[in-house]
């Protein structure tokens, strides 16, 4: 099955599964540690990833996408982060930034950014964050200002994915400051190499060591009227648009990771042994197993229902919050029990145990931290009580 057709099925997703599976094992694996030692952007594998129809899963077809649902997304995003969580970090980026372009760009736009952006060749970044905005994207200081046609951009973005190397980004910015997040911001696509765009340092990462991460510094940019996404003023509403696919996208990365961990741990507990025995014979790892496994299983259904409610048009906000905090803080334990089972062997660089570890940490933080999460899950019980 070509996975550019739409999965409506079990055996269509089946199959799309099996493919990034099979994919990932040959492709992403065996460059693993090499990614993770080295930072390197690894290019050739998002360029595959775009011949093999992984970029834009959610992109309808006419935009050049896969036009596949959530479902597949999350699926695809649990396979690769199997494989490597920086790749699938760069298939959640490019479905975020696709699917904004598809939904609010022009066509010239759309002509313009899409065909590059979806076969891994156009490198994208998404640039929200601020010093002063962080989970508070009502405190934004990056204001652009209308000149004649133009606008022309100032401020600053930090912690931006692909920073370093992108080629155009995505960047919200204030246009009206008396209405902020009710109309008041917009959307931008800015070309990096424009006159007055300044990349910022790279910032050296805890992990997912391959996914680059930095800053931008926008001194008058001055940019033509075309540069615009969407309406003036509709630039916080088009974030909310991909907010609960992203965050299912990060549950779906973080799950990858978890099982990674609980595979990684199983295969050891049988193979060492101590007192005589295999690890897993010790009742106090073979329950540390279970565990790992119980919190896996549990994020794939929360993230899938979650998947289901936004394939079919229902509210999935709690839905999302909810799976994207269960899967995340369930892939830091899965990845520290993993380290304890591996014993002093999962605190050694080159050990997938200690890099996992490192890699599942950003989880619970970016695409909305654990706690925002725990605000608009508490806050719906409540609104549902009163
Ligand atoms: C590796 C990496 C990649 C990233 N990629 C991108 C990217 O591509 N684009 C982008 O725009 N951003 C990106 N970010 C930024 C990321 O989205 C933010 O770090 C995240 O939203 C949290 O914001 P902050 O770091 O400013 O923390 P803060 O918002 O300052 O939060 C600090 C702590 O306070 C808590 N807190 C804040 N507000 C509340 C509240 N109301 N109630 C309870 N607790 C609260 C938080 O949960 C957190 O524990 C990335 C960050 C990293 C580290």
Known sequence: MSPRQTTDTAPERDALITMVRDFAAKEITPVVEELDSTERFPEEIYARMGELGLMGITVPERDGGA????????????????????????????????????????QEQKDRYLPGIISGRTRCAYALT???????????????????????????KIYIHNAPVADVALV????????????????????????????????????????????????????????????????????????????????ALANGISRAALDTASEHAVSRHQFGQPLSDFQSVAFQLADMAVDHQAARLLLEHAAGLLDTGRTAGPACSMAKLFASEASVRNTS??????????????VPAERLYRDARITTIYEGTSEVQRLIISRDLVRRRG
């Open 172 to 251: 919200l910015a204030v246009t009206d400051p008396g209405r902020r997040k009710r109309g008041g911001m917009s959307m931008f696509l800015v070309d990096v190499d424009t006159p007055g765009v300044e990349r910022g340092y790279r910032e050296k990462k805890m992990g997912q060591k391959a996914s680059p991460v930095g800053g931008f510094v926008f001194t008058d940019v001055r940019l033509p009227p075309t540069a615009l996404l969407g309406a003036e003023g509709s630039g916080f509403g088009a974030v909310l648009s991909v907010l609960e696919k992203g965050r299912l996208g990060i549950g």
């Open 130 to 156: 601020e010093p002063g905005a962080g989970s508070d994207l009502g405190s934004l200081a990056t204001r652009a200002r209308r000149d004649g046609a133009d606008w022309v951009l100032n401020g600053e």
């Open 337 to 350: 029990r993993a380290v304890q089972i591996l014993g002093g062997g999962g605190y050694i660089r080159g």
């Open 67 to 106: 036009g596949g649902h959530v479902a597949d997304y999350i699926a695809v995003m649990e396979e690769l982060s199997y494989g490597y969580a920086s790749v699938a970090d760069q298939c959640g980026l490019v479905e975020l930034v696709g699917s904004l372009l598809a939904g609010y760009g022009t």
